[in-house]
């Protein structure tokens, strides 16, 4: 009885070890699967990231192209209009010291014009004084006489 009894437990001992051996493995192989699952997940997250990141690098590339090529055209339009603003300036200057030699030339031309007519005006007013002189002189020789 003893015997048989002993081998009965054992195999019932053997049995329930062989049961959790197989549960444990069971469990092991479930919870690698879970592993695994989580183990694609990742990767896909991954390469889901990884296409995001490339994207936005490539756009970020991009808006940087476009923000540089757009400063080139500001910058390039505001040295057009500089350029338009210093020959405009040019310009004035050019018609200010034009009008400026005009005005001096008309002046001079003003002061001899006066000049001569000062001059022509003093001969004539010098010959009236003298013809009236002469007039008064005429006169008096013809009281005395």
């Given at each position: ?106 002046q001079q031309a003003l002061q001899g014009a006066l000049g001569t007519l000062n001059s022509c005006l003093n001969s004539e007013l010098h010959f009236r004084t ?16």
């Amino acid at each position: 009885m003893f015997g048989s009894g002993r081998d009965h437990g054992s195999f019932e001992i053997n049995d329930n070890r062989k049961q959790r051996i197989l549960n444990t493995i069971r469990n092991s192989e479930e919870l690698r699967k879970g592993a695994i699952e989580q183990l694609e997940r990742a990767r896909a997250r991954l390469r889901k990231v990884e296409m995001e990141a490339d994207e936005y690098r490539m756009n970020g590339y991009s808006e940087i192209e476009r923000e540089k090529q757009n400063l080139i055209n500001a910058t390039s339009n505001s040295l057009e209009q500089l350029e338009n603003y210093k020959n405009e300036t040019l310009q004035f200057e050019q018609q200010r010291a034009i009008n400026q030699v005009r005005q001096r030339v008309f002046q001079q031309a003003l002061q001899g014009a006066l000049g001569t007519l000062n001059s022509c005006l003093n001969s004539e007013l010098h010959f009236r004084t003298i013809r009236a002189n002469i007039g008064i002189l005429g006169a008096m020789q013809e009281i005395t006489d």
